[in-house]
């Protein structure tokens, strides 16, 4: 599997982003996808996770409520709505999908194998 991650840019607080992760290769119905991020000094953290084919949504504290993920019918493109942003959300993006996440590993890093580039969203004050 591979993912491409695009969609980032720069926005002003309050404003809205959506960022898009596209497979190539396979179909994601079946993987955990999850989206990442690292700040400037940080390091990289949970986002949000769909959890394989079940629907099941998981999202960080920081983002509950402005984010959503999604995916498309064809499941092979991951969504991360973001609104009401923050520059505390200014970060590399990073989608990534996992065939042997659980639920207890699904919000780890070191769960996924597979991972896009990265795309960068810059909210200014």
């Known amino acids: 599997v591979q993912l491409q991650a695009s969609g980032g840019g720069l926005v002003q607080a309050g404003g809205s982003l959506r960022l898009s992760c596209a497979a190539s290769g396979s179909s994601l119905s079946s993987y955990s996808k999850a989206w990442f991020r690292q700040g400037p000094g940080k390091e990289r953290e949970f986002v949000a996770a769909l959890f394989r084919s079940y629907g099941r949504t998981y999202y960080a504290d920081s983002v509950k409520g402005r984010f959503t993920i999604s995916i498309d019918n064809a499941k092979k493109t991951v969504f991360l709505q973001m609104n009401s942003l923050t520059p505390e959300d200014t970060a590399v993006y990073y989608c990534?999908?996992?065939?042997?996440?659980?639920?207890?590993?699904?919000?780890?890093?070191?769960?996924?194998?597979?991972w896009g580039q990265g795309t960068l969203v810059t909210v200014s004050s």
């Open positions: 990534a999908a996992s065939g042997r996440a659980i639920l207890s590993t699904v919000t780890s890093p070191n769960a996924y194998d597979y």
